[in-house]
């Protein structure tokens, strides 16, 4: 059973850093494409960035040379590195793993989804 627990949120100043990470169980976490989304609330779910198996990376726009995205594939672990935080930073931020190999940032193309972890960042 694929099961996703993510970690690392808390409440942060504008301009400053948090690391998520996201524990990935019950399938081969290194075959698959792996992506971090987020949801502000009264707005739709948002694809943030996401890491193929063979290491490559894709990012939002809004998140680019501020956040970075890595695997662990030794620990079965995802994380999304995430500094200079600004207030429309602020959401649940989620794990998920796609259906396929990474394609791009849509949530429809990702099938299993952790819980969240909520990222508020205070200006």
């Known amino acids: 059973q694929v099961q996703l627990v993510e970690s690392g949120g808390g409440s942060v100043r504008s301009g400053g850093s948090l690391r998520l990470a996201c524990a990935a169980s019950g399938y081969s976490f290194s075959t698959y494409c792996m992506g971090w989304f987020r949801q502000a609330p009264g707005k739709e779910r948002e694809g943030v960035a996401t890491?193929?198996?063979?290491?490559?990376?894709k990012y939002t726009d809004a998140v680019k040379g501020r956040f970075t995205i890595s695997r662990d594939n030794a620990k079965n672990t995802l994380y999304l590195q995430m500094n200079s935080l600004k207030p429309e930073d602020t959401a649940m931020y989620y794990c998920?793993?796609?259906?396929?190999?990474?394609?791009?940032?849509?949530?429809?193309?990702?099938?299993?989804w952790g819980q969240g972890t909520q990222v508020t960042v205070s200006s």
């Open positions: 890491i193929a198996s063979d290491g490559n990376t």
């Open positions: 998920a793993r796609s259906w396929y190999g990474c394609r791009g940032l849509a949530a429809a193309d990702f099938g299993s």
